[in-house]
């Protein structure tokens, strides 16, 4: 197996952002050389597809497979009979039962080729990594560590939250094909409450036996978005730590691809289902 302890001393040596919540942000995460690996490998990335059925073919040549995920669908042919009826630049549906517009698919790759990629992933899920992110972020209870390479087109949403209470971490590293991608509005903003929007944190705050919701876009603002190639953000969910992404480009050329990872709680302290969008919208009046 490759060396990667590295990462552990990066994430060691790294220094937290309190704005807009507090979080990491480490660039030039992988080594050039192993970001290279990554870049250059066939299966993490394909030559530009000449329509949306071929990539949905060379996803699936690949090992993508969708995974269940807010702010997607899993059925591939509902998703591409849209992509093909309709503009790529205006993928809007009406999402079953959930507080976003769009609808995209986000993929996991199943099997990875590659050994070096391979170990690479090994190393992020290993009892090691994931110990030195406990240790960072001061993480107490018992968790276990999921990490994947994940593909997004066009449609996916995530609206507005803050993640739910059985999620320890979150961290984001972007693998995408060329710095075309840092140009795109596809990445994972870091956002905070409107003035009028603020008793929301006093009310998670003061009700941590209830969970917390996805929340509407126009009560947030972006202040942020970690663009960068190579570059990791990681954040403990908290009553503050407002995060969304909305895609809405060419898949074609590209594809947002990124390594995802999440410390989930082994023994969630039970939680009730808090209020939804129409409930704060009635406490605000």
């Not at 942000?25 to 992988?30: A, C, D, P, R």
């Not at 018992?142 to 996916?156: F, H, P």
């Not at 590293?173 to 905070?192: S, V």
């Not at 009700?207 to 929340?215: D, F, L, T």
Request: charged share 25%; glycine share 4%.
């Amino acid at each position: 197996m490759a060396n990667f302890y590295y990462l552990i001393e990066k994430l060691e040596k790294a220094e937290f952002i309190s704005e807009p919540f507090d979080h990491l942000e480490i660039e030039n995460f992988l080594s050039e050389e192993h970001f290279n690996i990554i870049n250059s490998d066939s299966q993490i990335h394909f030559d530009e597809q000449q329509s949306h059925n071929e990539l949905r073919d060379t996803l699936n040549k690949n090992s993508y497979e969708p995974i269940g995920f807010p702010g997607c669908t899993t059925d591939e042919n509902e998703y591409y009979n849209m992509v093909n009826s309709r503009n790529i630049s205006d993928i809007k549906s009406g999402m079953k039962g959930a507080d976003t517009e769009g609808v995209g698919i986000a993929y996991n790759l199943t099997n990875i080729v590659n050994p070096f990629i391979k170990d690479l992933i090994e190393f992020l899920n290993s009892p090691m990594f994931q110990g030195a992110l406990r240790n960072k972020f001061g993480i107490q209870n018992q968790t276990y560590i999921t990490t994947r390479i994940q593909k997004y087109v066009t449609g996916y949403e995530i609206s507005p939250h803050p993640d739910t209470r059985t999620k320890a971490l979150t961290y984001l590293l972007n693998i995408n094909k060329d710095d075309r991608a840092e140009d795109l509005d596809i990445h994972t903003g870091l956002l905070k409450f409107k003035d009028d929007y603020k008793f929301i944190y006093d009310y998670w705050n003061n009700n941590p036996s209830e969970n917390r919701s996805w929340v509407a876009w126009d009560w947030c603002t972006i202040e942020k978005s970690v663009t960068k190639n190579n570059s990791i953000v990681l954040f403990k969910p908290s009553n503050y730590s407002l995060h969304s992404v909305k895609l809405n480009y060419n898949h074609l050329p590209f594809q947002r691809t990124q390594v995802y990872g999440n410390l989930m709680f082994s023994q969630p302290a039970p939680v009730s289902a808090g209020p939804q969008i129409v409930d704060f919208e009635a406490m605000k009046k």
